[in-house]
Each structure stands twice: as structure tokens, then as C-alpha cells.
């Protein structure tokens, strides 16, 4: 068996081959820990960064004779300045998580019963060797499907580039972000990026359309808002739901759910109508506003309160609040931004009401990313692909990134065999049965596989149906690639590290695709043996040194955030066709699309039914953190919220455990009902996440239930292709009758 690389390894071969005299020099003179201590015990302190949610907080684990005792926050890194959540804190619990996936493992019974029996690592990756061999000869490269998900999936994305094949997907896109950057960069030329470059500690006043700050916990997010109204900024809450962030607000506006566009015309309408938008800023930097103006004439507050079910005076004077505070306005983009099939567009207005107000590039708005410019190893030339993608990125679905893909778009294509035959897929880092809805369309696509091979860290429900399961080591086991980030008011590199060895027999990711590569005749796309030797081709041309990460966990550069600051080297203002702010598009019209935003409205709720919206919880992460002990008892599960008028009209009781059945007869493990004034009659809303069905998950087996589970139908966004999902019904059963 190939030798297996560890944290002393690391520690121990502090110079690298190739890599410059002074960052040699400066990474032997260097220590990668700092000592502290705890009692009277001396520990060993280790920058790296946190991979308990998206965020990579900034952490420094305490190891004593090899064992991590505690996790803090680093007040070295320069985004989260030493602040954790109670995720990042209880990322112990899942380096130590007793049901973590130990040893590589292959299927010995049918799909989804669990049963395997376990191989060494030369085995499980010599068959996998085999299987892609075949796949490529039988099928061609293109038949293998990658659905990856968080930065650590580089590495496997250079092998599956590597391989030929174009068919790469994560729901970082299509059930997420996408539609949010495909109607910013339309407007202003450019995505908007993670972090979200919202510069909320300068803010006058700040709005949240469906953006659930205080709950999706992002640490550095939140004490940026918690700073701005501190600091007295006012704040506008755009939610069905009595969110943390509306408990907040100077204005909650509990909004008629997917009537969101009509109510940005309508701000739109007064700001022009008013004569209340920032002239100078538009005239300077913006075309297409004679369009604009025409377009939202008719779009009155009177017009909206009849669809939104706001009142026109509270409309008009949100508007108005907004103008009085500009260009310091923070309209957040959000971040899960798939809800009714028209999110392009409501991004699009989104970013319409910023330009109208001056905000975009200035400071209290939406700050511009710096260029900086990290170094990259030199590799061969990826293959062309034979064929084009399998997804319709691209084609069917016009402005869906070609990079991320489209997940349901891959799942089709397995299910109908076209354009081409899908028939194997590797999964890494992603929970394709809890992140993407239609879960029956997943599990009759995964039945058709020849081959599914499965990368994680816990036995979640789709290690069931894989077969071959690659255990990985945990974020604080393995080497990263570092995050490197343009989108902070100051840029910065941070550094992932081990802070102890790989427990039982799990592998870093890095490891296993470059041992894979070796196998398939690829390894020219890894040329590196070491992860010293990829961080110091990375960061070289920053100016920092590996040792310095090693010791001190990131490097912040100077930013220059604003439109006043920009430099060349930071390229166009606006990277637009017309370089300028394009209210008008005319990319969207050329391919048959409304250059400007309008309103459709969405399907009501059948007559006893209710819209099921979903949403995120302080202490959880997607569905990764439910089988946390540490986090299991602080919310060992999810709750449905029951406006109480309905509630009394269903003669139920707080804390009730009902079943809720979806239109297409759908239905959700027994869940206990939250009753509260702070939900609109139609609608019901839970934590997404729990409900999970692998028993090998003891903490978190049948604990609350899914709302994935829930979401039969989609609305399809046709623009970029990105999955509406906030289009589901349910109504509640009484589980006693029903069993």
C-alpha cells in the first residue's frame, strides 16, 4: 500500500523542492504551532480553517499528546478576528463522531440496504481504476458524472477534468447561489462571489429579502450586523416569517410568499416617480434608464399592495427610507436564492433597486472584490471533451455556469440516457439525496448506475447506495487548498492544515485523487508530492511565505472596496458589454428573456394546504452536523411552525406531533408543531436537514424530519436553469389516524 501521509510528515518537511531560497528560509525559521497551555498541561496550538459550514471560520486547535482538546477562533484570520459558532466549536464532535465512515468499503448487497464489506485502500482504488477504465472504453470519458461540493473537491475536479469529462455539477448552483450571481453579473458585470461582499458595518440603513441573518449563522456576517445597528443603522425584514434578523427590524414586512418582484417594481416606481434615486451615480455609470423608467411607471405601491398584501403607505415609505439613507444602503443579495423559477429576475430587480440608490461599489452597500493573483501548478492541457455537457449548461438553459453545472440536469440525463449514457457517478462532499429535491428521480437515477462511488466523512443516507465508499479524513485531518478570497474588503489567503493524523484508516482527499491519478495514467495532473510543495506553488506570487500560514492561519492584504479606490489592475468598473450598469439588458433580450424584470404570479396553496418554506438553524449545517453530539443537544431536532390561527382552526397544540402530507402525497416523518403569531396563515416552515433514514447515524436516525423529502416539484428557472423549490404544498395528518 502506497505510504500514508501525516500531520508530523507535514510539520517535518518544512522546505520544499522548487520553491524559493526565502520561503524556504523563512518556513524552517518559522514553528507551524504556538505553545500554550492548559492547567498545568502544555498544548500545542494549530492554525487552520473550519469546515463545519461554508464559511471556513478561522480556527486554532488545542492538541495535547496528539488529541484535539478544544477549537477557538484565531484573532490572527482577518474575516471571523477569533469569533466561532457553536458549529465551529463542536468540530471535535465529529473528528471523534464514533459512527464516522474508518475504512474503505465495497457493496455486498443490493442498493440501499447497507451492506458491504470492507477492502484496503489498494483495492478500492484499483477498482475504481478499473471501473473508470472501462466506463471511458465502453461509454466514453464523458459517461462518469462528478457531483462535488466545497473547496476541498478541487483536487477531485483536476482528475475528473483530467479524465474528459465535462459533466460536473454541485447545488452550490442550481438549488442555491445561481441565480443571485447570473442577475447580478447581468447588471453590473460581475457575480457577487462568498463571502457576500455586503458592507454592512457602514451601513445606514439595511435590507433582508428572505435573508435569514441570526439563524444561517455566518459568523463574520453576523457581527458585521450586529455592528451596523449598533451603530444605528435602520433595517427593512422582507419575510413571511418572524425571522431572528425581523425580531430586529424597524419595518418587517410579512410578505404574500413569490410576490417578491412586485414589490421591488414598486420600490422602484417611487424612487424614479419621486425623483428620490441617485441621479449623479446613474448618469455617470448606467445605461437603459429611459427603459427602466417606462417599465415601472405603471408598477405603482397601489398596484402592489393588492399582490403583495403590504399596504401601499408601507411601501412608499420603505422606499423612501432607502432614499433618504443612499448610497448607504445594504440591500443583501441573500444566498439561497432558488424559491419560485423566476430568481434570475428577482435577482435582477434586486440589483436594479441597488443601482437606483448609488449603493453598488460604494461604502454601506455592496463593496467591489481586489484582484489579487495566486500562483497555480502547471499542468498539461485538459482534454477536450468528445461531446458537450450532458446538463444543458450552456444550451437548454443559456446563462447556467458551464464550471458548476446542473444537478437535476445530470440526473435526467442519467434517467433518459441523452443526449448521451450517464452511468456512473462520484459524489464528494455532497448529500445528492438531501441537497437536491425529487428525491425518487435520485434514487431511480442511482439504480441505473453501473458504478456510484461515494467520498465522505459519515455514513449519511447515499453511502447506502454506493458501491465503493472512500472514507476521508476530517477537515481537521487533511490538507486543503487554501482559501483564497477576493471578495473581503481585505483579500485574504487561509490555510487548511492538520492539526492531528488521520484517525482509523480515512485518507485526505488530496491523497486519494492523486493516487487515482497515478492508476489511470494521470499523474502529470498532481505534480506534487507533497501538500507543502501545491500550498508553496499557490501562494508564492502573494508575498507570503508557507511557514507564515503554517503559523499565524491567514494573510490579509490591503483592499480597495470601493468605486474611488479602483485601480487598473483591478480591471473595468463594470466588465459589461456596454461597460456600464446595464438596467436595460440586452443580453437578456437577444436570447428571448424580459430585459427587465416583471412580475408572475405564483400558484396559491390548494384549499387546505399550505406553502412549505424551509430555512437554517444557529447550530446546524445543511444536513452534515445533525449526528453532532454536541449539537444534537442543543437541537436534537426540527420543528414545524403553525401560525396560530391555524393552528386553533386544526385543533392543534403546541409541541403536537403531526405528519405532514405534500400535494403529490408525499409525507414526512411524525414532527412537532411550533405554534406562534409569527408565521402568515399560509405557510409553514421548517429547518432543513433532519429526518435522517441511515441507521448507522445513532445520534441522528428519524430525528424531526425532511423537508427535501417534501419537494416533489420544481419550478425551473429558464434562464439559468436553477430549481425553485419554495412551490411545494403541504397539510397536516394526524399520525395516530393515519397509522
Sequence with gaps: ????????????????????????????????????????????????????????CGVLAEVREGKVV????????????????????????????????????????????????????????????????????KYGPESLAF???????????TLMKAFGTPNSAEPAFSQCRGPREVGYALTFGRGLGSPEPVDLEESKLIVLIGSHIGENVFTSQVTSFSTALERGARLIVVDPRFSVAAAKADWW?????????????????????????????????????????????????EWAEGITEIPAARIRETALAMADAKPAVALHPGRHATWYGDDTQRSRA???????????????????????????????PFPTPARERADGAGTRYPLASEEQGL??????????????????????????????????????????????????????????????????????????????????????VAIR??????????????????????????????????PEQHLATLVKPLGVTTGFLRAHGAAAFEGRPYLDQRTPADGPLFPTASGKIELHSAMLQQLGFDALPRYTPPADPPLGYFRLLY???????????????????????????????????????????????????????????RITPGIRRDCVYMVHGFGHRSRALHLAYHKGTSDTQLMTRIDIDPIMGGTGMRVNFVRVLDPEREA
Design 1 to 56: 500500500m502506497s505510504s500514508k501521509w501525516t500531520r508530523r510528515d507535514w510539520i517535518r518537511r518544512s522546505t520544499v523542492a522548487g520553491t524559493a531560497a526565502t520561503v524556504a528560509a523563512a518556513e524552517a525559521a518559522t514553528s507551524p504551532g504556538r505553545p500554550g497551555w492548559q492547567g498545568a498541561s502544555r498544548v500545542e496550538q494549530i492554525a487552520t480553517n473550519c469546515e463545519m459550514c461554508f464559511w471556513r
Design 407 to 492: 444537478t437535476l440536469g445530470l440526473i435526467d440525463a442519467t434517467l433518459s440516457g441523452k443526449p448521451y449514457p450517464i452511468k456512473g457517478w462520484i459524489v464528494y462532499g455532497q448529500n445528492v439525496l438531501e441537497s437536491i429535491p425529487l428525491q425518487a428521480r435520485t434514487r431511480k437515477a442511482i439504480d441505473q448506475l453501473d458504478l456510484m462511488v461515494v467520498v465522505d466523512v459519515l455514513p449519511v443516507d447515499q453511502v447506502n447506495y454506493a458501491d465503493l465508499v472512500l472514507p476521508e479524513a476530517t477537515y481537521l485531518e487533511r490538507y486543503d487548498a487554501p482559501a483564497i478570497v477576493a471578495s473581503a474588503k481585505k483579500p485574504f
Design 253 to 301: 414586512l410579512p410578505i404574500r410568499p413569490g410576490t417578491d418582484i412586485a414589490l421591488l417594481l414598486a420600490w422602484m416606481n417611487v424612487l424614479i416617480a419621486e425623483n428620490q434615486y441617485d441621479r449623479d451615480y446613474i448618469a455617470q455609470y448606467a445605461q437603459g434608464m429611459p427603459e427602466l423608467a417606462a417599465h415601472v411607471r405603471e408598477f405603482t405601491p
Design 497 to 530: 492544515q492538520p492539526v492531528v493524523d488521520p484517525l482509523y484508516d480515512t485518507r485526505p482527499g488530496w491523497w486519494i485523487a492523486k493516487q487515482l491519478a497515478g492508476r489511470l495514467g494521470l499523474g502529470d495532473y498532481f505534480p506534487y508530492d507533497t
Design 350 to 380: 434586486m440589483a436594479l433597486v441597488t443601482a437606483l440608490l448609488g449603493a453598488w461599489g460604494r461604502k454601506g452597500g455592496i463593496f467591489l472584490p481586489t484582484a489579487i493573483h495566486a500562483g497555480a501548478p502547471k499542468l498539461p
Design 615 to 673: 430555512g437554517r438553524a444557529p447550530v446546524h449545517s445543511f444536513a452534515r452536523s445533525e449526528n453532532n453530539a454536541w449539537l444534537d443537544a442543543l437541537m436534537p431536532e426540527n420543528q414545524v411552525w403553525i401560525n396560530s390561527e391555524a393552528a386553533r382552526d386544526l385543533h392543534l397544540e403546541d409541541g403536537r406531533r403531526i405528519v405532514l402530507e405534500n400535494q403529490d402525497g408525499a409525507r414526512s416523518l411524525p414532527v412537532a408543531v
Design 147 to 157: 457531483f462535488p461540493h466545497g473547496v476541498a473537491s478541487g483536487f477531485f475536479s
Design 70 to 137: 478544544k477549537l477557538q477562533g484565531n484573532p490572527e484570520h482577518p474575516l471571523t478576528e477569533g469569533r466561532l459558532c457553536a458549529r465551529g466549536n463542536a468540530g471535535t464532535q465529529l473528528l471523534y463522531d464514533p459512527d464516522r465512515l474508518k475504512r474503505p468499503m465495497l457493496r455486498t448487497g443490493a442498493r440501499g440496504e447497507g451492506k458491504f464489506r470492507e477492502i484496503t485502500w489498494d483495492q478500492a482504488l484499483d477498482f475504481l481504476a478499473d471501473r473508470m477504465t472501462l466506463l471511458k472504453q
